[in-house]
């Protein structure tokens, strides 16, 4: 989503980019988009079983094939982006550590001393440290997993240092995101990292930006029910008449797949397709771009910042999203930090307020099984599209 109208008369940011700073993929896709007065009125036939949402063990089943067969997007690399910095994280569930080691390179481990199993960081902040001391018996490790130090060497016969390095999982960076197989043992799978998807992330210059600001959100719903809002823009003049609602046009999206990636862009309510050839304008003003990034993570792009959210399933009933605010850089004058400030507040706002709350209201009324299935409209057509991603990667 995009802040209002209201807050788009700050000053120029950085973060201004023009249509030919975007990927040659970008371009094309926005060239596709029609004036909204030529825009079909698409229909099809598409319905999903209730159950899907609200069964333990299609939860489960999603849970070996999906988020541990293969590797999922785990964090934003700008949390970490300097080297010598480390972070816990525990949304999903599993005790992690993210470190970025002072050679630069990117590891998630297991959050367990290799002594007795204690959290080395309790704090899911990231902090600036050559090393990682665990508070029990003050096992000390390097950013890189090595275990350097142990109290009282001369008490333990026989230890080798080299034998009791943190766990590490398998982790890479890709376009600004930090993708990890969260099963060690399964072979290593990163094939939703396709060229293109990179390409297109780093035409907005995601590895590069700042966290301006990051919330967790705690949500009495299905995964997948917290995901659907941001395939569709079927609710957004509905569901968000009172906020951002206005913003945007009730057409459909021009859709591409990258790999298992749905891309979908968009004009704002007042595009015309000349609107491109404006030199030296802000594309985020004139079109929307949205990115759903198999399976669990959505960027967005707005104006003045971009929106990154990574959905961790936690039950069939509950999911906890992890959202960041990126902006080109720390606000260095008044105008630019009130400008920040009020577009995340609005932006919590339409995510938490409504999206998020249309989620469990919807998991709610799924749960008492009054419906045996939910029916889609042709503005819903990417649901469509990433279920059928979502379930090739299913037995």
Known sequence: MNAPAALEAGPAMPLVQTFDMLSESQRAAMKRIVAHDAAPAPQIEFTTPASMFTC?????????????????PLAVSALVAEPGTAMGHDALGIPLIISRDKQGEIHVFLNACQHKGAKL???CDPVKSARMTCPYHAWTFGLDGKLIA?????????????????????AREHGGIIWVMLDRTAEPDFSPLVPDLASDLEALDLPRLHVYGRKRFEIAANWKL??????????????????????????????????????????????????????GENIHKTVTTVYNMFPNCVVITSPWYVSVMLLHPRAADHTTVEYHMLTRAKPDNPKAEELYAKSYAMILNVFGNEDFRAAEISHAGLSTGALDTCVYSGLEASIATYYGVLDSYLP
């Open 121 to 123: 960081l309790e704090s």
């Open 226 to 279: 917290v995901l659907e809002p941001f395939l569709e823009g079927y609710h957004v003049q509905r569901l968000h008449a009172q906020t951002v609602g206005p913003m945007f046009a009730d057409v459909p999206n021009v859709v591409d797949l990258l790999g298992p990636t749905i891309r979908q862009i968009s004009g704002k309510a007042n595009f015309a397709p000349a609107d491109l050839d404006i030199e």
């Open 56 to 72: 333990p063990e299609r939860f489960a089943l999603e849970q070996q094939h999906l988020f541990r067969a293969r590797a999922v």
């Open 150 to 170: 142990v109290a009282r060497p001369e008490t333990f016969a026989n230890l080798d240092k080299s034998s009791r390095n943190l766990a590490e999982l398998p």
